[in-house]
C-alpha cells in the first residue's frame, strides 16, 4: 500500500529519521508510538505529503486515499450546522443529489426520454453510493462521539474546540479512506466516546496509523505496533502489551551487547595505554585505536519505567474528614448538572472521578475547591491543606521564566537541589531546568504545572485531566508520584491504565446524582458490563414472559379472536406477496431478454435505460423478498 525507503527528514538541523524504512500494508491496524519529539506527528505529515523528504523516498498507489486527523483541525470554523460538516465526507453522493434536484425541476416542463433516462441513471448510482442512508450513517457517529440528537442542527462555530474536532473526526470516518493517520484521536473525548471509537475501528476496513499514549485504547484497535526510536522505526506484531513484552526481551538483549561492547572497549583502551609508550610495541597500540574506531557502537536501553529519587511528603497530618456537603442543587441557568448528592472523602482515599463530558466533572473539583458557587455546602476537615491542578494553571506559568525561577517563584524557602530533584523526577535533567518557560511543549508545560502542585506540600489534592498532554514516560511518572503519595486526592481522567494504577475508588455521576462504587476502575467496569448484560437478559426474558402469557392466555375470547383475525391477515398478505414476487421475476426476465436484442445492444440510451430498469426490478424483488419473510415469521410464530 505504501513505502517508505531509507528516508530521511531534518527539522532545522535535527534529523528526526535517518535511513529509516517501513512497509505499510493493506489492512494493518497500527499504533504509532515514541517519546514526545521523536517524530511520531511529524511521520504522519511525511505519509499525507504535508512535509517533504530530506532523503529516501515515499511510494504507494496513485489512487490511494488518505485520511488525517490532527490537532491543527482545532481552528476549522464553519457556519453549517454539524450535521452538514460531517456529510460533507459523501461529496460524491451530494453531487448527485443535487444534479437530481436539478433534473426533477426540469422535468416539470420538459418530458424529453433523455432526460427521463437521465434520472434514471443518476439515481442508479446514487443507489449504489448508498446515498438515501448517509444523512442516517453521519448521525449515529456523530451521537457515538457524544453529540445529542438535538445538537446536531447547531453550527460548528457555536462549539468548543474539542467538540469542533470530534466533529472533523466524524467527516473523516464517515469518508471511510484506505489509509487512516490518526493524531491523537482521544484527547478531546470522554470514556463513552473512546470506547465507541474503539468499537469502530476494530471493525474498521481499511489500514490506519494511530497515535495515542492511551495503553487501553490501543490494547484494543491495534494489532501492530511501530515505534519511533534513535531516528529509526522499529516494528512489533502484536498489540501494545504484547510489545512491551517484546520490547523488553529485545532491551535486554541490547543491554548485554552493549555491556560485552563496553567491557571489550574498556580491555583495549589499556592494552593501547600499556603499549602506547614501547617502540616496539607502537604499530599495535595504533592497529587497536583503529579498530576501535571502525567498531560500530552499541547504544544503551533507554527505560521508559519510571524512577523516582525523590519522596512527596506533607508537614500536617489531616484529620479522619479531609471533606463533607451536601449539593442540593448546581445549575448553569436552566441546566442542572447536580442534585441532591452526598460528598464524603475521607483520610487516605484514592478517588477517580469518571463519566462522559458534560456531566459535572470538573464542576464538581471546583465546587470542592471552593471556586464554583452552588446550592449546598462542602466543609473540609481538620488541618486539610488542599492543591488544585487543572488546565487553565499552564496559562499562568511565567513564560520568560526558566524552570528553577518558577519553581522558585511559587516555593521560595525550598533550595535548588530540590528543585533539580523534583524537576529531574518530572523528566528535565542536566541543562534542561533552564530552558525558559515559553519554549516548553503543553507536555512539558504540564509537568511543570505538576511540580508546582507537588511542591505546595498539600495533603488533599484536585487533579483535572493531568494526563493531558503527557506521554507515557511522563504518566508513568506521575502513576509513581501518586501511588506513593500518603495524602488523599479526587482526579478526572480518561485514561484508564492511568486510573487503574492509581484509584481505590471511583465516583461517577448518573441522572445528576454522584454515586460511589468501593473498588478498582477494572473492578467498576467489570461490574458494570455485568450490570449491563443482565439487564439486557432481563429485557430479553420479560419479552419471552409476556409471549408466553399472551399464548396461554386462551380464555380471553375477543384476544383469540384477535389473533385468528392477524393470523389470517398474514397468511393472505403471504399468498399476495408470493404473487407479486413471481411476477416480478417474470417482468425482470423479460427485461433481460430485451438486454439481448440486437437492436438494442446497438442503441447505448435504450441499454442504459434497460440497465436502469433491470437494478430496479432488482431491488423491488429484493424488497418484496424481505417483506415476505418477514410476514411469514410472524405467521409462523402465531401457530
Known amino acids: 500500500m505504501l513505502v517508505l525507503n531509507d528516508i530521511t527528514f531534518e527539522f532545522g538541523s535535527r534529523a528526526l529519521f535517518s535511513n529509516a524504512s517501513w512497509h505499510i500494508k493493506p489492512n494493518e491496524k497500527i499504533g504509532l508510538i515514541g517519546r514526545n519529539g521523536t517524530g511520531k506527528s511529524t511521520l504522519l505529515r511525511v505519509i499525507a505529503g504535508e512535509y517533504q523528504l530530506n532523503g529516501g523516498s515515499l511510494q504507494g498507489r496513485k489512487d490511494l486515499s488518505i485520511g488525517f486527523l490532527n490537532q491543527d483541525l482545532l481552528s476549522f470554523q464553519s457556519d453549517e450546522p454539524i450535521i452538514d460538516v460531517a456529510m460533507q465526507a459523501f461529496d460524491k453522493a451530494l453531487a448527485i443529489e443535487k444534479e437530481i434536484d436539478k433534473v426533477l425541476h426540469e422535468m416539470e416542463t420538459n418530458h424529453d426520454d433523455k432526460l427521463l433516462h437521465r434520472l434514471h441513471d443518476l439515481q442508479h448510482e446514487f443507489e449504489i453510493l448508498d446515498g438515501y442512508n448517509i ?12 453529540f445529542t440528537t438535538e445538537q446536531l442542527s447547531r453550527p460548528l462555530q457555536t462549539f468548543s474546540g474539542g467538540w ?19 493524531d491523537e484521536p482521544t484527547n478531546h473525548l470522554d470514556l463513552p466516546s473512546i470506547q465507541w471509537l474503539e468499537s469502530y475501528l476494530q471493525n474498521y476496513e481499511g489500514t490506519f496509523i494511530v497515535v495515542s499514549h492511551d495503553r487501553y485504547f490501543l490494547d484494543k484497535v491495534v494489532t501492530k505496533i511501530a515505534e519511533v526510536f534513535s531516528e529509526k522505526i522499529n516494528l512489533y506484531t502484536g498489540n501494545y502489551s504484547f510489545y512491551l513484552k517484546e520490547k523488553a526481551e529485545r532491551d535486554a538483549l541490547q543491554s548485554n551487547r552493549f555491556a560485552n561492547q563496553q567491557k571489550f572497549i574498556k580491555e583495549q583502551e589499556r592494552l593501547i595505554d600499556r603499549f602506547r609508550a614501547k617502540a616496539s610495541k607502537a604499530s599495535f597500540a595504533q592497529s587497536r585505536i583503529k579498530m576501535l574506531d571502525r567498531i560500530d557502537l552499541i547504544e544503551d536501553v533507554e527505560s521508559d519505567n519510571a524512577e ?17 456537603g451536601l449539593v442540593r442543587s448546581k445549575k448553569y441557568d436552566d441546566l442542572e448538572v447536580l442534585h441532591n448528592s452526598n460528598i464524603e472523602i475521607e483520610r487516605g482515599d484514592k478517588i477517580a472521578l469518571i463519566g462522559a463530558n458534560g456531566r459535572g466533572k470538573s464542576t464538581l473539583l471546583r465546587m470542592i475547591n471552593g471556586s464554583e458557587k452552588f446550592d449546598g455546602h462542602i466543609e473540609m476537615g481538620h488541618n486539610v491543606i488542599q492543591s488544585f491542578f487543572a488546565q487553565h494553571q499552564l496559562e499562568s506559568l ?3 521564566n526558566d524552570l528553577m525561577q518558577e519553581l522558585a517563584h511559587h516555593a521560595p ?5 530540590t528543585f533539580r530533584a523534583l524537576l529531574g523526577a518530572f523528566l528535565f535533567a542536566g541543562d534542561d531546568v533552564f530552558k525558559k518557560i515559553k519554549s516548553l511543549s503543553g507536555g512539558e508545560k504540564s509537568r511543570v ?14 487533579l483535572d485531566e493531568p494526563t493531558n498532554h503527557l506521554d507515557m514516560k511522563s504518566v508513568n511518572i506521575l502513576i509513581k508520584v501518586l501511588q506513593e503519595y500518603e495524602g488523599s486526592f479526587v482526579v478526572v481522567s480518561h485514561d484508564r491504565y492511568f486510573l487503574e494504577s492509581i484509584a481505590t475508588k471511583i465516583w461517577y455521576i448518573e441522572n445528576k446524582t454522584l454515586k460511589v462504587y468501593p473498588g478498582t476502575y477494572d473492578e467498576y467496569e467489570y461490574t458494570r458490563q455485568q450490570q449491563l448484560k443482565q439487564a439486557s437478559q432481563q429485557a430479553e426474558q420479560k419479552v419471552k414472559q409476556e409471549k408466553a402469557a399472551a399464548k396461554n392466555n386462551s380464555g380471553d375470547k375477543s384476544l383469540e379472536k384477535d389473533r385468528k383475525k392477524l393470523q389470517n391477515k398474514l397468511q393472505n398478505q403471504v399468498k399476495q406477496l408470493d404473487e407479486k414476487i413471481i411476477k416480478a421475476k417474470s417482468e425482470l426476465e423479460e427485461i433481460s431478454v430485451d438486454m439481448g436484442r ?15 430498469l433491470y437494478a430496479m426490478k432488482e ?21
Do not use: C, H
Open 135 to 146: 444523512r442516517s450513517k453521519s448521525e449515529s457517529v456523530l451521537e457515538g462521539l457524544g
Open 308 to 324: 523516582m529519587r525523590l519522596k512527596f511528603n506533607f508537614d500536617v497530618q489531616p484529620g479522619k474528614v479531609i471533606a463533607k
Open 449 to 462: 504545572a505538576l511540580a508546582k502542585t507537588i511542591l505546595t506540600k498539600a495533603n488533599f489534592l484536585l
Open 413 to 417: 524557602t525550598e533550595t535548588d537541589n
Open 398 to 400: 511565567g513564560l520568560n
Open 619 to 639: 431491488k423491488e424483488i429484493a424488497a418484496l423478498n424481505s417483506e415476505w419473510e418477514q410476514a411469514y415469521t410472524q405467521m409462523m410464530e402465531m401457530q
Open 598 to 612: 440486437e437492436e438494442n445492444m446497438a442503441v447505448a440510451e435504450k441499454i442504459k435505460a434497460l440497465n436502469s
Open 164 to 182: 469542533r474536532m470530534r466533529v472533523i473526526l466524524a467527516k473523516i470516518l464517515l469518508n471511510k479512506p484506505d489509509l487512516l493517520l490518526l
